[in-house]
């Protein structure tokens, strides 16, 4: 490991001192915002200086960009120490036509030096790879490919180990991997997959994935609905307990399965309908999800409900950040004190590409908003990544 980081260090350092541009360096621009400050930094993906997303720092009351290119970068996780940020991103702006699970496309896997201003590729592959995610411990990133993808189609689950740069594949051949989450421990990974070919359309299930045993990865089904997909699977802090997106009868709820007893909650009330991923806090004690419902059926707010009292069959929701049109994709702060998320004000229809969607701050115990910084018409700030606690 020692040796090979070395070796990039080496590589990036001569490159900036011979001047060489290295994909996705770029100098340091930094753009006035209104006073909100946190000794926290937010990493979030934007068009506001492309027509294509590029990857900015909130940090200090100011936002830096950190990538500029032609091409999509997106998808970001931070390295645990805070000190790098993983990213998708295209190598030819031709790839940009090309879907993720297209074999034809080209977009690879890069890490960012957020000290050096510098990428590097970690991936260098025909086919997509993408959605790459850090491990709790740093020894591993696990990500997406189509590498193996058979003439049917199909999206795979691989783990790069960051020491010695082997890749290994986690789920068979002939499988459709849609979104995975790390375990605290980094021990396993949740995965929403189902087999292909798809002409029956099979629904989603929940598997796990045992990646202690390296070249012979451990799979089993945790959750199976023959009738309905399961998606978007988030552990607790913890490790006891995974939230998913389960559209039982249709109704797009946000459920909460022990993993040792396979009891299951849905956390949102009747009439809710979750939209997208939740959000542990990082005590464990509450989630932070989007969903339709309540006193909004045409627009979504984020809700926040209290896991600790189950009862009734559903959580408490304790708090709900509300805005006119839609609020979406929480994130809380290391300390547990904020939540970012994304307002989106687009709107549809006629008008599809009126407005904008701006990231926001909001205080927990003083119910207050923030904007990090006001986006043009046409411009979407975009999944908010809060900096690890470094040491």
């Known amino acids: 490991m020692e040796s090979r980081m070395m070796n990039w260090l080496l590589r990036v350092v001569a490159a900036l001192l011979i001047g060489i541009g290295i994909a996705g360096y ?30 900015f720092l909130y940090e200090n009351g100011r936002i ?31 790839d940009l036509s090309a879907s993720s699970f297209d074999a034809r496309s080209n977009l690879d896997i890069w890490l960012y030096d957020i000290q ?63 979104q995975f989450a790390w375990s605290p421990d980094s021990h396993s990974l949740a995965f929403a997959g189902r087999p292909t070919p798809v002409r029956t359309n099979p629904p989603f299930n929940i598997y796990l994935a045992d990646v202690t045993t390296p070249g012979n990865p451990q ?9 309905s997909s399961d998606l978007l699977p988030r ?35 009747a009439g809710y309908r979750m939209q997208e991923n939740a959000a542990w806090s990082p005590a464990g004690k509450l989630v932070a999800v989007s969903a339709y419902g309540g006193s909004s059926s045409t627009s979504s707010d984020i809700h926040i409900i209290d896991v600790t009292t189950l009862s009734g069959g559903s959580g408490t929701i304790t708090d709900t950040i509300t805005n006119p049109r839609n609020d979406r994709s929480p994130a ?13 004000q687009r709107q549809t229809g006629r008008f599809a590409y009126a407005g904008n969607c701006e990231i926001m701050v909001y205080d927990i115990a003083t119910r207050v908003q923030h904007r990090l910084a006001k986006a043009a018409e046409g411009t979407c700030d975009n999944n908010p990544v809060w900096r690890p606690i470094s040491g």
């Open 26 to 55: 770029v100098s340091v621009l930094w753009q006035r915002v209104p006073p909100f400050r946190t000794e926290f930094a937010i990493a979030f993906e934007s068009n506001r200086s492309s027509f294509t997303n590029d990857i």
């Open 64 to 94: 830096r960009q950190l990538i500029e290119t032609d091409e999509h970068e997106g998808h970001l996780s931070w390295s645990p120490d805070g000190s790098q940020l993983l990213y998708e991103g295209y190598r030819d702006p031709a």
């Open 116 to 178: 050096l201003q510098a990428a590097l590729a970690l991936t260098n592959h025909p086919a997509n790879d993408f959605q790459p995610a850090w491990s709790p411990d740093g020894t591993y990133i696990a990500f997406i490919s189509v590498r193996d993808a058979p003439a049917t189609g199909g999206a795979d689950l691989y783990v790069l180990h960051v020491n010695t740069g082997t890749i290994t594949r986690i789920t068979p051949k002939s499988s459709i991997i849609a």
């Open 219 to 227: 799979v089993r089904v945790l959750l199976q609905h023959p009738d």
């Open 235 to 269: 552990f607790s802090p913890d490790g006891q307990y995974l939230t998913f997106l389960s559209d039982i009868n249709s109704n797009q709820n946000i459920t909460l399965v022990n993993i040792e007893t396979s009891q299951q909650f849905n956390l949102l009330p």
């Open 332 to 344: 809380w702060s290391p300390d547990g004190k904020h939540i970012a998320f994304v307002h989106d």
